[in-house]
């Protein structure tokens, strides 16, 4: 979930999944699961008790999802194609990356083929950082750092979510 300690946004809550093996988060995509959004106006307890009630009744649906997520096993060619398609989640036009290094695994559990691990993969390189590039406008070689921001974190996520859906 977020919210502004000012009110100058709503309280969004949003479906996620925390992996044990890496603890890592992850943001499932809109077009797959609601995400609720409720203003800081007059009392809205009932509202929020609702939205996370609705979330939490979704777990069976995500559990079935992840589970046809693993059962499908990629080509070469197709986890690549999903690293190459991930980049611009992270990365703008004029900064250029390796895909291969967002396929780099961190853990013996990571290295099997399936969407869901390989989607796990990319995202934890997108979001931990030390992808080294090239900024092809100065020239400069750069090490991205990992991403702090609630917003971005979520953004990368859930467009990682999109591109495996797709």
Do not use: M
């Amino acid at each position: 979930f977020r919210s502004s300690h000012d009110r100058s946004k709503a309280f969004s809550i949003s479906a996620g999944i925390f992996r044990f093996v890496c603890a890592n988060g992850l943001v499932v995509s809109d077009s797959v699961f609601e995400s609720y959004k409720i203003k800081h106006l007059g009392d809205r307890d009932n509202d929020v008790a609702a939205a996370v009630a609705k979330i939490t009744a979704i777990k069976e649906k995500l559990i079935e999802k992840i589970k046809t997520l693993s059962s499908i096993q990629l080509s070469n060619v197709e986890k690549e194609s999903f690293a190459k398609l991930s980049i611009p989640l992270r990365f703008e036009k004029h900064l250029e990356v390796d895909y291969n290094d967002l396929l780099i695994p961190h853990r013996e559990e990571d290295s099997k083929d399936d969407l869901y691990t390989v989607l796990n993969v990319i995202q934890e390189n997108l979001l931990r950082g030390n992808i080294s590039g090239i900024n092809k406008d100065t020239k400069r070689r750069f090490t991205s750092k990992e991403i702090t921001s609630i917003s971005k974190d979520t953004e990368v996520n859930k467009g990682i979510w999109d591109i495996a859906e797709k």
